[in-house]
């Protein structure tokens, strides 16, 4: 005689187009678990009419900017002639900002290296799947630890006069300090926000503050001399 | 008279030569449109169904596809561009000096070259920081958030070798500044200086080498880069969906059969 089974087998009807549907539930748990069979559209060809439509509307926006403002043209490469400021493309002017205040190695090498090794590694170091608020869980603990690395990184960019990037990083940190002092049930809409949000979403939100403010600096408010200019004297 | 266009498409459609060349059939059904999908090299790539409320403006923002639309629109007048362009040094500034006032049209070709391109490093910075909001870089899809990311330098460098071919003194100097980092690399900066530039200083050599990445080496390594991005979304499951957003309560069906979570 054949023990009875332990197991239910069962296979969704469209197995083909969401693969993670075969599955083996045991008895002895028999967990109620949602299935979520939602709607589809067929990408050819309404998605792909979307997709089109996106896409003229940019070349509308594009072909209009084309129309009234010229690409910048100055005169030919002379090789004697610096001018003052040679200012990199707007995207690496971060960069270059940060090349004002420290050696090539660490802001034109090592800054870049490891954003590419840390932007590279998130998805395999962010475990956290189900992206509880940071400071929900040992609290205390959390707290001290991030005021201690928010603290030294702000001495560290306070001592190297890096009042640019010291900003947004102290911004970050007194939002973090709130969001350890509010709850999901918070009054105030930013307070519960904050509360839930995980530390990847920390990390990541310090990181684009920080590019908004360095592009931002380095493209309006630097002159001749890597000096502070206001954009709207000169 | 009406409705010839459309009559004339019909036979078209159905000569010998098209269903050659498009094996889907003629028709509208859910199979044909499958097909379609997935019997063309292109657009095999991509999944032939897509989840509703993944078409919202509002869950991509369709930053990803506006990414392409630009790259697009860059690989097109970058061709015609290069009809009237020679990598070297003084034609190069003559050459973009006589599309800004002598070919026609040559002015509006180069603007809509520089602001796409400007748009496409946005778009993808956009783009990379959207999906990061989202989530959607967690397993299953850890590996296109990774091609992601290279596509994003591969774009980084696209721009700044194009910043180059100009030759005005805003592209001579950028570049000046920009590769005098690289010698700061221990050990090999110097090494790496001179694989970029051809030589010491930015001159003749450098133009022609940046004129070489920026035209044949930076582009097709990105589309190799494109093509793995756009099948790694229909390999992952599709685009992601957080099951906890709005949206995915009201197609919730309560499934016959018990399913555990494997994740």
């Known amino acids: 005689m054949t023990p009875p089974k332990d197991f239910t087998a069962a296979v969704g009807s469209d197995m083909r187009a969401s693969q993670r549907r075969v599955l083996f539930v045991t008895r002895r748990t028999s967990p109620q678990v949602k299935v979520y069979d939602e709607e589809r559209v067929q990408t050819f060809s309404e998605v792909l009419i979307r997709a089109l439509l996106a896409v003229e509307c940019l070349l509308i926006g594009l072909v209009l900017m084309s129309l009234f403002f010229n690409a910048p043209l100055e005169g030919i490469a002379n090789p004697t002639n610096t001018p003052n400021p040679a200012k990199a493309p707007w995207y690496f002017l971060g960069l270059q900002e940060m090349l004002h205040y420290f050696p090539p190695v660490v802001a034109g090498v090592l800054i870049p290296g490891l954003l590419i090794i840390a932007l590279i590694v998130i998805p395999y170091f962010d475990i956290n799947i189900e992206a509880e608020g940071f400071f929900l869980k040992n609290r205390q603990q959390r707290l001290m630890l991030s005021m201690i690395v928010a603290g030294s990184l702000s001495i560290f960019l306070w001592f190297f006069d890096v009042y640019v990037a010291l900003a947004p990083t102290v911004i970050i940190a007194a939002l973090m300090l709130l969001a350890a002092f509010s709850s999901p049930q918070s009054p105030g809409r930013l307070r519960r926000y904050l509360a839930l949000r995980p530390i990847f979403w920390w990390i990541m939100t310090w990181f684009l503050f920080e590019l908004i403010v360095l592009t931002a600096v380095g493209t309006f408010f630097r002159g001749p001399g890597w000096s502070w200019v206001w954009p709207w004297r000169s | ?263």
């Open chain 2, 1 to 263: 008279m009406p409705g010839t266009i459309e009559t004339y498409f019909d036979k078209l459609e159905r000569t010998r030569v098209w269903r050659s060349i498009f094996r889907s059939g003629k028709g509208t059904s859910t199979l044909h449109n499958a097909l379609a999908i997935q019997q063309n090299v292109f657009l095999h790539l991509f999944p032939t169904k897509v989840r509703k409320r993944m078409l919202g403006l509002g869950a991509t923002w369709y930053l990803g596809t506006l990414t392409l639309g630009t790259f697009i629109v860059l690989v097109v007048t970058g061709i015609l561009l290069m009809l009237y362009y020679h990598p070297s040094v003084p034609r190069a500034y003559s050459d973009v000096k006589d599309l800004q006032f002598a070919v026609s049209s040559g002015l509006f070709l180069r603007n809509l070259h520089r602001w796409s391109a400007h748009a496409m490093v946005f778009l993808a910075f956009a783009h990379m920081f959207r999906v990061f909001y989202r989530g959607a870089y967690r397993a299953p899809r850890e590996f296109n958030w990774v091609v992601g990311v290279f596509l994003l330098l591969v774009t980084l460098l696209l721009s700044y070798t194009g910043y180059l071919l100009p030759w005005d003194q805003l592209a001579y100097w950028a570049i000046t500044v920009g590769t005098n980092i690289s010698s700061a690399v221990p050990l090999i900066g110097d090494k790496i200086r001179f694989l970029l530039l051809g030589g010491h200083l930015v001159n003749a050599n450098a133009l022609l080498r940046f004129y070489v990445l920026h035209c044949v080496i930076l582009p097709l390594t990105a589309v190799v880069f494109l093509a793995v991005h756009f099948w790694r979304i229909r390999k992952d499951g599709g685009l992601y969906v957080r099951e906890s957003e709005p949206g995915a309560a009201s197609h919730e069906q309560q499934s016959s059969n018990e399913e555990q979570k494997t994740r």
